[in-house]
């Protein structure tokens, strides 16, 4: 990009927003800006424009705590300007395309075309046609392979990023593992690139491909065999390493401390303080548990000195204390007592996001929420002692009737139970086993709250995902799963339960973009194209676009999301090095199937492979050396 680009580029206008244009929306400040909190920096002044896009409304993007925090670091470097974009909602985009306006960063108004970087955060497979949406109303090629050095360098982070393929083609570069340092980096890549006098993308690309936790999937080649199996990925570019590490920070870095407030309310609208990264109990189906591991705890100095300047900087009168699982912090008692202690003359009350099936979480509850006890929420998953063991979820039917009894007995009147459909080796009795345990807890509730008491039965299809024991799992067939809805429908028609599920439809689809490899680059881009967008909302989601994209590229879901997989085979994420070893993952798998458990590791080190990996970090919770790794049964 030469000087009259740049120069271009800091003379861009701004986008007008009139009231003809704003006003009809559902929610007009959605597109506004200008809240609380967010940083106004000179355009002009910048040396790098960073557009931080979220491939989701401004509501469910704005409850993300990674995105204030990149927000946050980047916003600090003097010579980068920030900015935020999330995705239109249908009315909006509406009204962008005829009024012929580009999709803006809200703070700037600049267009997001005029930006030098776009970062999508990818938090989940359903949003994936979001990232092509949003580019499109950004006037951008979608293809990372149409971009060049006169277009903005797109990047994407998140857990989506951790099995890029499906979206290789419209992304740059991925940045695996935890943002706060390799965003840095890139940046500093970045400035040191655009102040060379000649300067080609691909030099930009071989630089980004050298930092470690990058990912330039242009540097690599797709091999398949004659009958379309998947066989690996080979670098192409003597910059791509074979496996991309993931980054991770050895010590939690500072949290932000002025996120943006919004003006309108938004799914999750509080502080948030992360109390700690990672999770040490160890369930086979759940990938943040693999790839946020170690667990790194913040002390309780930092969450108190943190709170005080969140609540001081936003005015909250709620504040989240995040983790995977809030109860297993080591001082949590003491986190909330000091808390609660410091803000007593304030009206602020706490939440715990993530609580354990136990009475020790119904005791935190129960300091917590002293007054208006509504809702409490476990998540045993499964309704048999068997099934729980096999996907290692620690829990027994006692400690659930033990906690539940415990929250009607402290006052609280509805309990709402997560659990999962389609596991592996699920049963028929595992299903009727779930109606048996919600019968059980809404009686103990009807012993303390009457007709008062209701249990809530939320049943979420298993979906098999990357860096997981379950990674080889076929999604379970579509007979099967409409055979145990029905069977779960029947086992808990009760009065005072309420049941709800999620869509198979969506799990389908959800599973095969979880487990694809980049041919369905393809099939998004045409699925996009028949109108396929927001698919992780019920009322947007058209099954026949995709139907349609998945037929006219040759494939079909089953393809990828019941292909049965081996040791053997070559996954389309092995090379995305999250840490822990595939041969630990497969030995977990081996056990899930012989239906054995495997202890929280913050008891013992079972070697998933993590401390091996990044040699700064010791696991923090461990003294010992770990066990020998698990090895291919
Ligand atoms: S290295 Fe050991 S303690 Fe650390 S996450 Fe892995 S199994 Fe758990």
Not at 148 to 170: C, K, N, Q, T
Not at 210 to 226: C, N
Not at 400 to 419: D, H, N, V
Request: glycine share 6%; net charge negative; hydrophobic share 40%.
């Amino acid at each position: 990009m030469g000087n009259v680009e740049r120069r271009r580029r800091a003379e861009a206008p701004q986008v007008q927003l009139s009231a003809e244009i704003l006003l009809p929306q559902a929610k007009p400040a959605r597109y506004t800006g200008g809240e609380w909190n967010a940083r106004q920096k000179d355009w002009r002044a910048a040396e790098i424009h960073l557009a931080l896009a979220y491939p989701d409304i401004y509501d469910v993007g704005m409850s993300n705590l990674g995105f204030q925090i990149l927000y946050e670091i980047a916003n600090d470097i003097p010579d980068v300007l920030c900015d935020r974009v999330y995705a239109p909602w249908v009315d909006m985009e509406e009204a962008m395309r005829r009024h012929g306006l580009p999709l803006y960063g809200l703070e700037s108004r600049r267009p997001l075309a005029e930006f030098d970087i776009i970062g999508f955060q990818l938090p989940y497979e359903l949003n994936m046609t979001n990232v092509l949406h949003m580019l499109d109303l950004a006037g951008l090629p979608l293809l990372s392979a149409q971009r060049d050095e006169g277009h903005p360098l797109v990047i994407a982070g998140g857990s989506g990023a951790y099995h890029p393929e499906p979206m290789a083609d419209f992304i740059d570069a991925f940045a695996i593992g935890d943002g706060e340092e390799v965003l840095v980096e890139i940046l500093d890549v970045y400035r040191a690139w655009r102040r060379r006098p000649h300067r080609f993308r691909l030099q930009l690309l071989e630089e980004l491909a050298r930092l470690e936790g990058v990912y330039v999937p242009a540097f690599y080649r797709p091999r398949y065999d004659s009958k379309g199996r998947y066989l690996g990925l080979q670098p192409v570019h003597p910059d791509a390493p074979e496996r991309v590490c993931r980054r991770v920070v050895e010590r939690l870095p500072l949290a932000p401390v002025r996120p943006v407030v919004p003006y309108i309310s938004i799914v999750h609208d509080r502080a948030m303080v992360e109390i700690q990264r990672g999770c040490t109990q160890g369930c086979r189906f759940c990938q943040a548990g693999i790839i946020y591991r170690p667990v790194r705890e913040r002390s309780v100095e930092e969450i108190c000195r943190l709170a005080q300047e969140l609540i001081d900087h936003t005015g909250y009168e709620e504040l989240g204390l995040l983790s995977l699982s809030s109860a297993d912090h080591s001082q949590i008692v003491e986190i909330i007592r000091r808390l609660k202690a410091q803000f007593a003359d304030r009206p602020l009350s706490l939440s715990l996001p993530s609580l354990r099936v136990d009475s020790f979480s119904v005791e935190l509850a129960n300091m917590i929420q002293e007054r208006r006890r509504s809702g409490l929420t476990f998540a045993p998953e499964a309704g048999s002692q068997r099934l729980r063991d096999v996907i290692n979820k620690k829990v027994r039917a006692e400690d659930l009737f033990q906690a539940t009894e415990a929250a009607f007995q402290s006052g609280w009147l509805r309990i709402k139970l997560y659990f999962m459909i389609g596991l592996p080796t699920e049963t028929v009795e595992d299903v009727r086993a779930i109606g048996e345990l919600v019968r059980e807890v809404l009686d103990i509730g009807r012993r303390y709250a009457g007709r008062r008491a209701q249990v809530a039965v939320s049943a979420a299809t298993f979906v098999p995902k990357p860096h997981t024991p379950f990674q080889w799992v076929p999604l379970v067939a579509e007979d099967t799963l409409a055979e145990h809805i029905a069977v779960l429908q029947d086992a808990t028609r009760v009065k005072g339960v309420h049941l709800s599920w999620h869509a198979p439809i969506t799990s389908l689809l959800e599973a095969a973009l979880a487990r694809g490899d980049r041919r369905l680059g393809q099939v998004i881009h045409r699925a996009w194209q028949l109108g396929a967008k927001f698919d992780a909302w019920e009322e947007q989601f058209r099954p026949a676009a995709w139907e349609q994209a998945f037929a006219e590229n040759g494939l079909h879901p089953d393809d990828f999301a019941r292909r049965p997989l081996d040791y053997a085979d070559a996954l389309p994420w092995d090379h995305i090095d999250a840490g822990v070893t595939k041969a630990f993952l497969w030995a977990e798998y081996q056990r899930a199937l012989r239906g054995e458990i495997l202890s929280d590791c913050r008891e013992v080190c079972h070697g998933c492979g993590i401390r091996g990996r990044f040699h700064l970090l010791a696991c923090p919770l461990l003294a010992e050396e770990p066990a020998a790794e698990g090895k291919p049964a």
